[in-house]
């Protein structure tokens, strides 16, 4: 039996690592299923979500030069769905009170987005990421430089 990219096969998880699980497959075979790959949710350790010697269903994604093979777990069945007005997932939506404030170095988080007109292509979203992101670079080295901010890096006496 040949297999090939999008097959999908029953296989059995010979080995866990903290970056995926070596999955066993027809005819003396082996695969990797990155971490990645496990669920639909975040994944912190996948001796959470599979056991050695667990029966698994698995799609080969991919099988490169060196002929080792790429599996997905989570690619075998349809993505969950999305809730109205948001992602179904493990974060609870946020509850009563005002939005979520954006941005500066202190909160921890990004400006919202301006009511400006989205931008049409890939190079014009790559070119105002690129200008966000220089600015809060500039923004962090003069706080910086001021001594208001030391994440890390600095020398510390």
């Known amino acids: 039996m040949e297999f090939g990219v999008g097959s999908i096969l029953d296989g059995k998880v010979t080995g866990i690592t903290k970056f995926g699980a070596f999955v066993a497959l027809p005819e003396g075979r082996s695969g990797l299923v990155h971490i990645s790959e496990i669920a639909y949710s975040y994944v912190n350790e996948v001796s959470d979500y599979l056991k050695e010697g667990?029966?698994?269903?698995?799609?080969?994604?991919?099988?490169?030069?060196?002929n080792r093979i790429n599996l997905s777990?989570?690619?075998?069945n349809d993505p969950p769905q999305r809730l109205q007005g948001g992602f179904q997932g493990s974060r609870p939506p946020r509850q009563g009170g005002a939005p979520r404030s954006g941005g500066g170095p202190r909160s921890g988080g990004f400006a919202p987005r301006?009511?400006?007109?989205?931008?049409?292509?890939f190079e014009?979203?790559?070119?105002?990421?690129?200008?966000?992101?220089?600015?809060?670079?500039?923004?962090?080295r003069y706080l910086e430089k001021k001594g208001g901010n030391r994440r890390g890096g600095g020398r510390r006496s």
Do not use: C, H, T
């Open 54 to 66: 667990q029966e698994v269903k698995v799609k080969v994604i991919g099988i490169d030069q060196a």
């Open 73 to 76: 777990i989570k690619k075998v």
């Open 114 to 121: 301006p009511a400006a007109k989205e931008p049409a292509d």
């Open 124 to 140: 014009d979203r790559l070119r105002q990421f690129m200008q966000a992101s220089d600015s809060k670079l500039s923004e962090l």
